[in-house]
T-cell receptor, first 109, second 115 residues
Framework: QKEVEQNSGPLSVPEGAIASLNCTYSDRVSQSFFWYRQYSGKSPELIMSIYSNGDKEDGRFTAQLNKASQYVSLLIRDSQPSDSATYLCAVYNFNKFYFGSGTKLNVKP | NAGVTQTPKFQVLKTGQSMTLQCAQDMNHNSMYWYRQDPGMGLRLIYYSASEGTTDKGEVPNGYNVSRLNKREFSLRLESAAPSQTSVYFC??????????????FGPGTRLTVL
């Protein structure tokens, strides 16, 4: 079983809609949770970090963490074509970061 | 601040050749990491260094060696390159070797092709 699971997509949403990206993880003692955005041919860029249960908002992005369900999500409000990228979920545990394979998001104008 | 830098950006090797990928960070981070990224495989950890003077194997260490030269620099060496090592290599760093508040930042990557 992989440490971090994501739906590979692609997830297609119209411009202006809410995009919802989901991630589950296997280790209950995981400490920190991150969302990265990766454009094609570029390196991963950190967009959100979350450490405790609940919601964390930053601009158009909201990260949600539910440790009991071992579930992390990322909501992107008012999606823009520039949000089209692959989104990687990462979990930190005992000196290592574990990454999902990523969900490809397409925002259609 | 430049963040995390990597050299070279691109490299083509022949099977059996050796090379070293260089990585440096100017954020005074304790921990540094080397990943490879292949299509459909996500990021896989090769080696990491939780702090200066220590290195540990990750998920896919075979065929690689690392050196944590000092707090800033962490190099990855391919002793005898194989076509299976064709990939994009990313270096990353983070502040703390343990604890919850531990954001990780990536370099621009090295695209390596082994013929």
């Amino acid at each position: 079983q992989k440490e971090v699971e994501q739906n590979s997509g692609p997830l297609s949403v119209p411009e202006g809609a809410i995009a919802s990206l989901n991630c589950t993880y296997s280790d209950r003692v995981s400490q920190s949770f991150f969302w990265y955005r990766q454009y094609s041919g570029k390196s991963p860029e950190l967009i959100m970090s979350i450490y405790s249960n609940g919601d964390k908002e930053d601009g158009r992005f909201t990260a949600q963490l539910n440790k009991a369900s071992q579930y992390v999500s990322l909501l992107i409000r008012d999606s823009q074509p520039s949000d089209s990228a692959t989104y990687l979920c990462a979990v930190y545990n005992f000196n290592k970061f574990y990454f999902g394979s990523g969900t490809k998001l397409n925002v259609k104008p | 601040n430049a963040g995390v830098t990597q050299t070279p950006k691109f490299q083509v090797l022949k099977t059996g050749q050796s090379m070293t990928l260089q990585c440096a960070q100017d954020m005074n981070h304790n921990s540094m990491y080397w990943y490879r990224q292949d299509p459909g495989m996500g990021l896989r950890l090769i080696y990491y260094s939780a702090s200066e003077g220590t290195t540990d194997k990750g998920e896919v260490p075979n065929g690689y060696n690392v050196s944590r030269l000092n707090k800033r620099e962490f190099s990855l060496r391919l002793e005898s390159a194989a076509p299976s090592q064709t990939s994009v290599y990313f270096c990353a760093s983070s502040e703390a070797s343990s604890g919850a508040y531990n954001e990780q930042f990536f370099g621009p990557g090295t695209r390596l092709t082994v013929l």
